[in-house]
């Protein structure tokens, strides 16, 4: 069942296209990543979903609620909850008020629990909060009525690597619960960690929809190798070969020869690395003729992927 449907949807302001032509549905119960970097269109398409913006074309519904259909998100705001970019609270008011505020228009049953988990500093005003303590707030007020649905707009923006690292065991847990939860993020690492699924966003445009095994399974893997000898410029080139770095050193030192075993043109190395996203079998095929000094072969990092639909040149 999906929980979020989006069609064909376009938003612009004047002569600005923000949004074109996105189309992707999140199902219940699952961790949907809407990645991108900054001015992708990401806030845009959320701000869409919950009707503070009417979209120029298409159509979104949320919890079988239509994005415009004010009457009806008002119905379907009571199973969701929303944390922005840069959430902002009344800086007079304490913690604790803001949290009571919150509570009493949309419920607080899990709000002890949540305290406890992120435990920003109640008694202070929010004017003394640092930024990491504000997110945390939201966070809090985004769970506490134990929504169905929770949208996140880069929610681990200030927060500490252990409190990131908190945050993302809750996220699993609350799927584990039957929570959705659809968040726009940049940061890969995060997204790598707990996303079922993952959209990716380029100028307004979707341009990847996938899971998130298949789109780790397309990083392809990382390969750095120094080879005996003087290896042929074209020798690794190939449509699933990315980022080809390739040097010729003088070398010839004893630890050289001796993991090598070598005998002709020993002085010299061929340092190479580069990522392939095709078959491994292929690439173990391709590396086997040659004798190395050292092999190095790892996963590459999802910012490979992520790049490689970016490319150099494009807007951040």
Same mark, same amino acid.
């Given at each position: 069942?999906?929980?979020?449907?989006?069609?064909?949807?376009?938003?612009?302001?004047?002569?600005?296209?923000?949004?074109?032509?996105?189309?992707?549905?999140?199902?219940?119960?699952?961790?949907?990543?809407?990645?991108?970097?900054?001015? /992708?269109?990401?806030?845009?398409?959320?701000?869409?979903?919950?009707?503070?913006?009417?979209?120029?074309?298409?159509?979104?519904?949320?919890?079988?609620?239509?994005?415009?259909?004010?009457?009806?998100?008002?119905?379907?705001?009571?199973?969701?909850?929303?944390?922005?970019?840069?959430?902002?609270?009344?800086?007079?008011?304490?913690?604790?008020?803001?949290?009571?505020?919150?509570?009493?228009?949309?419920?607080?049953?899990?709000?002890?629990?949540?305290?406890?988990?992120?435990?920003?500093?109640?008694?202070?005003?929010?004017?003394?909060?640092?930024?990491?303590?504000?997110?945390?707030?939201?966070?809090?007020?985004?769970?506490?009525?134990?929504?169905?649905?929770?949208?996140?707009?880069?929610?681990?923006?200030?927060?500490?690597?252990?409190?990131?690292?908190?945050?993302?065991?809750?996220? @699993?847990?609350?799927?584990?619960?039957?929570?959705?939860?659809?968040?726009?993020?940049?940061?890969?690492?995060?997204?790598?960690?707990?996303?079922?699924?993952?959209?990716?966003?380029?100028?307004? @445009?979707?341009?990847?929809?996938?899971?998130?095994?298949?789109?780790?399974?397309?990083?392809?893997?990382?390969?750095?190798?120094?080879?005996?000898? @003087?290896?042929?410029?074209?020798?690794?080139?190939?449509?699933?070969?990315?980022?080809?770095?390739?040097?010729?050193?003088?070398?010839?030192?004893?630890?050289?020869?001796?993991? /090598?075993?070598?005998?002709?043109?020993?002085?010299?190395?061929?340092?190479?690395?580069?990522?392939?996203?095709?078959?491994?079998?292929?690439?173990?095929?391709?590396?086997?003729?040659? @004798?190395?000094?050292?092999?190095?072969?790892?996963? /590459?990092?999802?910012?490979?992927?992520?790049?490689?639909?970016?490319?150099?040149?494009?807007? /951040?």
């Amino acid at each position: 069942m999906s929980v979020v449907e989006v069609s064909n949807l376009s938003k612009s302001f004047g002569t600005v296209q923000a949004v074109e032509d996105v189309s992707f549905s999140v199902e219940s119960g699952e961790v949907f990543g809407f990645l991108g970097p900054n001015g /992708a269109g990401k806030t845009t398409t959320i701000r869409t979903l919950l009707g503070f913006l009417s979209p120029t074309g298409g159509s979104a519904t949320v919890l079988g609620a239509d994005a415009t259909d004010e009457s009806a998100m008002i119905d379907a705001k009571r199973s969701i909850g929303y944390l922005p970019a840069s959430p902002s609270f009344d800086e007079d008011a304490t913690g604790t008020e803001i949290l009571d505020l919150h509570g009493s228009i949309k419920g607080e049953s899990r709000r002890a629990e949540l305290l406890a988990l992120f435990d920003p500093p109640l008694s202070r005003p929010v004017r003394a909060y640092s930024s990491g303590n504000v997110q945390k707030l939201g966070l809090i007020q985004a769970f506490m009525h134990d929504p169905d649905l929770v949208i996140l707009d880069e929610p681990t923006s200030g927060l500490d690597p252990l409190m990131q690292q908190r945050f993302n065991d809750f996220v @699993r847990a609350e799927r584990d619960r039957g929570t959705t939860v659809f968040f726009s993020s940049h940061v890969l690492s995060e997204v790598r960690q707990i996303c079922d699924r993952v959209g990716i966003l380029r100028n307004g @445009r979707l341009v990847a929809t996938e899971p998130i095994d298949v789109l780790l399974g397309a990083s392809g893997k990382f390969v750095r190798a120094r080879i005996v000898g @003087r290896v042929p410029e074209g020798a690794f080139a190939g449509d699933h070969v990315h980022d080809l770095d390739r040097s010729v050193r003088e070398e010839g030192t004893a630890s050289m020869l001796a993991a /090598a075993d070598a005998d002709a043109d020993t002085g010299v190395v061929t340092e190479v690395s580069f990522t392939y996203t095709g078959d491994v079998n292929d690439l173990l095929a391709a590396l086997e003729p040659y @004798r190395f000094v050292d092999l190095d072969l790892e996963e /590459a990092p999802l910012e490979e992927v992520f790049m490689r639909f970016y490319g150099e040149g494009d807007d /951040a």
